[in-house]
T-cell receptor, first 116, second 115 residues
Framework: AQSVTQLDSQVPVFEEAPVELRCNYS??????LFWYVQYPNQGLQLLLK??????LVKGINGFEAEFNKSQTSFHLRKPSVHISDTAEYFC??????????????FGKGTKLSVKP | DTAVSQTPKYLVTQMGNDKSIKCEQN?????MYWYKQDSKKFLKIMFS???????INETVPNRFSPKSPDKAHLNLHINSLELGDSAVYFC??????????????FGSGTRLTVV
């Protein structure tokens, strides 16, 4: 069965500093990978996704993530964060052929707090 | 136009009541979902539904039932509400192609408070 582990529940960082939010997954089949962001009192918004092709994926708001199949990781990065990036970030996986019904399974989230 | 819309945004009700949350999507997606987000922000799938099958998470109490009048709507009906049902409920939709899921579009959520 597939699962997603977000290694940090909270990440505090100062404004304009770089940040990395870590995500590892387990699956016996090929996967699609996603990062979603949830701002306070809002729904989830897609940041970026990896379906196939280049392992470096660029998303909205200056975020990018790299798919590493050997390490089963999909870490999210941003070179310089802003106060407005303060939010909860969710990593998710969907199994490809041979997997489950293709529903997304979410990690427990990482709260990014950007301080001035 | 909102892609996935949920109503109401807030719902406060007493224990034992029956309530419904409505969800509509205008994306032409073939699959809709309900997720529950608890106080620790953990997202748990409750149902997935397309015009062919309803898949229920076996841990969801049978007091919860999805109702889909058509492909664009998936409502959530809850009977005999309990304090533990307090949470944020999210509707989502996606387009599956041959069983592959390319990602969800979420609604803005319904915050349910049972008192």
């Amino acid at each position: 069965a597939q699962s997603v582990t977000q290694l940090d529940s909270q990440v505090p960082v100062f404004e304009e500093a770089p940040v990395e939010l870590r995500c590892n997954y387990s699956s016996s089949v090929s996967v699609y990978l996603f990062w979603y962001v949830q701002y306070p009192n809002q729904g989830l918004q897609l940041l970026l996704k990896y379906l196939s092709g280049s392992t470096l994926v660029k998303g909205i708001n200056g975020f990018e993530a790299e798919f590493n199949k050997s390490q089963t990781s999909f870490h999210l990065r941003k070179p310089s964060v802003h106060i407005s990036d303060t939010a909860e970030y969710f990593c998710a996986v969907s199994e490809g052929y041979g997997g489950s019904q293709g529903n997304l399974i979410f990690g427990k989230g990482t709260k990014l707090s950007v301080k001035p | 136009d909102t892609a996935v819309s949920q109503t109401p945004k807030y719902l406060v009700t007493q224990m034992g009541n029956d309530k419904s949350i409505k969800c509509e999507q205008n994306l032409g997606h073939d699959t809709m979902y309900w997720y529950k987000q608890d106080s620790k922000k953990f997202l748990k799938i409750m149902f997935s539904y397309n015009n062919k099958e309803l898949i229920i998470n076996e841990t969801v109490p049978n007091r919860f039932s999805p109702k889909s009048p058509d492909k664009a709507h998936l409502n959530l009906h809850i009977n005999s509400l309990e304090l533990g049902d307090s949470a944020v409920y999210f509707c989502a939709s996606s387009q599956k192609s041959r069983g592959l899921n390319y990602g969800y579009t979420f609604g803005s959520g319904t915050r349910l408070t049972v008192v």
